[in-house]
Nanobody, 120 residues
Framework: VQLQAYGGGLVQAGGSLRLSCANSGRTNYAMGWFRQAPGKQREFVAGITYNWGTTVYADSVKGRFIISRDKAKRMMYLQMNSLKAEDTAVYYC????????????????WGQGTLVTVSS
């Protein structure tokens, strides 16, 4: 499994940004987005099941972020709206051989991160 995340950048608070994740390898049951802010542990942001499109969100992003996937293109996206300074982090995409899990340690494959900086 090879994952590559991109689309990060600098955005003002209240703005929007869309992250993309390309999966060039075998697709697994669930895909997800995580983030790691400076000095903090990596945390779950959102997850989606590859076949059914079932979604799970962290409370901190619920109502602002939307996760989606395009099966034909083997892509996953994270639409981030109403961004806040506390959303600043390196965002990672991941996939696992099982249902969506919110514990970082339960995910199996990782791509490199993409930095999102939200200026207040």
């Amino acid at each position: 499994v090879q994952l590559q995340a991109y689309g990060g950048g600098l955005v003002q608070a209240g703005g929007s940004l869309r992250l993309s994740c390309a999966n060039s390898g075998r697709t697994n049951y669930a895909m997800g987005w995580f983030r790691q802010a400076p000095g903090k542990q990596r945390e779950f942001v959102a997850g989606i099941t590859y076949n059914w499109g079932t979604t799970v969100y962290a409370d901190s992003v619920k109502g602002r972020f939307i996760i989606s996937r395009d099966k034909a293109k083997r892509m996953m996206y994270l639409q981030m709206n109403s961004l806040k300074a506390e959303d600043t982090a390196v965002y990672y995409c991941s996939t696992r051989n099982g249902d969506i899990a919110t514990k970082t340690s339960e995910w199996h494959y990782w791509g490199q991160g993409t930095l999102v900086t939200v200026s207040s």
